[in-house]
């Protein structure tokens, strides 16, 4: 369970989270909506400590995540996320950008590493792609591929950062195919995005950010067809 | 014209110039690699943004950037010889390489360091990998690719410098072993001809090999 208490963050005179308050239990797919600036994608960094927080507290799994005892990298381990600019490794080949964490960091043999890997690649459609450097790459496939770099790590939870939005149209389709197979293989998951349709079809439950808080939460029909504060409303209004 | 070449005699010392240019090749090479090692960690004391760090990286930049390679060979020989430690000429020379391949390489590296993108390490770090693995396997490699023209500049760059030397009394190497090839004949335009034309091929040979490699290591 991911539990999150009233954080604050601040980037200078910025308050780019205000108070935000949210739970997402284990195995729940919860999407972040809203206007860019609202706050959502900072929430998800501070999730696993890649942004720090002035006030509040996140837990998983009972392990709060901006405690100075915290062991972040071994945290990180069981949080895998996936970026808006995929952030493949250019020098290393698509069978060693998914290796190299699970060698350096979960200490895995050569061999055991490469199992691992063909079949997160395979799962995602790239098993003929394993030796060619990623520059080689569609923007889908290079997005397909941090999703299996991710994944590779048996995570259990996965974060999803606007994974769609720096793909050309025609590409978006195959990203959000292989988001759909890991929602309905039970995969605990939060993803901010600004595809709705997308959204509305695999969320448990949809928070529109508003002004650094979660300004309504619920499930994706009320959200988009009863939403019940007027900023909400506009915005589903103003992206459908 | 009175002067007359006489290209037999260095012809016949060709070997024992050929061992110098070994000793050359040998000096360039270390001081090479150590400047480079010395050179990140330079780099990352600029970058820390911590003054304990950053300051004595300045100094050493700025000293290697701004003052006359020789001066700093002669420093390293006979400045730390009247503090009473005595330097022979052979690890003079080395280090005061080093230091000067350092000092230019901090700077290279620094500009380096700035052409990976800042993802590329929330990425590693997301993955669980500490800041030492994510500097050891993400950024430095990219950093180095970055930066690998630049490098080979130094390392011909410090091939001829090692020439230097000469001045705090080394015989071993290429230029030392002409001079005491040419004190004894005179024959100085023919013996330091010869040992331009090996530093020349020594220098292009170096070039075309780190083009090689560079084919090699980066197909991406």
Not at chain 1, 98 to 125: C, D, F, N, P, W
Not at chain 2, 26 to 40: C, D, P, Q, S
């Amino acid at each position: 369970m991911i539990a999150i208490e009233n954080v604050h963050k601040q980037f200078g005179a910025l308050h780019v989270l205000n108070g935000v308050d949210l739970t997402v239990q284990k195995g729940e797919v919860l999407s972040m909506i809203g206007g860019s600036g609202s706050g959502k994608s900072t929430m998800l960094m501070c999730i696993n400590g890649l942004e720090g927080i002035q006030q509040g507290r996140i837990t998983v799994d009972g392990v709060e995540v901006h405690s100075k005892n915290t062991d972040l990298n071994k945290l990180r381990r069981r949080i895998g996320i996936v970026f808006q600019q995929w952030n493949a490794f250019p020098h290393l080949t698509v069978l060693e950008n998914v290796t190299l964490a699970l060698r350096k960091v979960l200490r895995k043999s050569k061999e055991e590493a490469e199992a691992i890997a063909v079949e997160q690649l395979s799962h995602v459609g790239l098993r003929e792609k394993l030796s060619v450097f990623p520059s080689r790459l569609s923007g889908g496939q290079q997005q397909r591929m941090a999703i299996a770099r991710a994944l590779a790590m048996s995570p259990d939870y996965m974060l999803f950062d606007e994974v769609t939005s720096a793909l050309d149209p025609q590409l978006v389709g195959e990203v959000l195919d292989t988001l759909r197979m890991l929602s309905k293989e039970g995969m605990t998951m939060i993803v901010v995005t600004h595809e709705m349709r997308f959204a509305r079809e695999v969320s448990d439950r949809i928070a529109f950010f508003y002004k650094g808080q979660i300004h309504e939460i619920g499930k994706p029909d009320q959200i988009f067809d009863n939403p019940t504060k007027q900023e909400t409303a506009s915005f589903v209004r103003s992206v459908l | 014209m009175d002067y007359h070449f006489q290209w037999r005699p260095v012809l016949r010392s060709l070997p024992d110039m050929l061992w110098g240019a070994l000793v050359t090749i040998e000096i360039a090479g270390l001081a090479m690699l150590l400047g480079t090692v010395l050179a990140i960690f330079l780099a990352l004391g600029k970058r820390s943004g911590k003054k304990y760090l950053s300051w004595p990286a300045d100094v050493w930049i700025e000293t290697a950037r701004n003052t006359p390679a020789l001066f700093q060979i002669y420093m390293l020989y006979f400045g730390l010889g009247s503090l009473g430690l005595q330097v022979g000429s052979y690890a003079a020379l080395l280090f005061g390489i080093t230091f000067n391949n350092a000092g230019y390489l901090a700077e290279t590296f620094r500009g380096g360091f700035l052409a990976v993108p800042e993802t590329q390490t929330r990425a590693a770090r997301s993955l669980g990998m500490g800041t030492v693995q994510t500097m050891w396997h993400i950024v430095i490699p990219q950093m180095l690719r970055a930066v690998f023209h630049a490098m080979t500049n130094q390392m011909v760059w410090s091939i001829l410098m090692s020439s230097l030397g000469i001045i705090v009394g080394l015989t071993t190497d290429l230029t030392g072993v002409t001079q005491k090839l040419n004190v004894v004949t005179y024959r100085t335009f023919e013996y330091f001809f010869v040992a331009a034309c090996l530093y020349y091929i020594i220098s292009k040979a170096f070039t075309l090999s780190a083009r090689i490699v560079a084919w090699r290591l980066f197909r991406y």
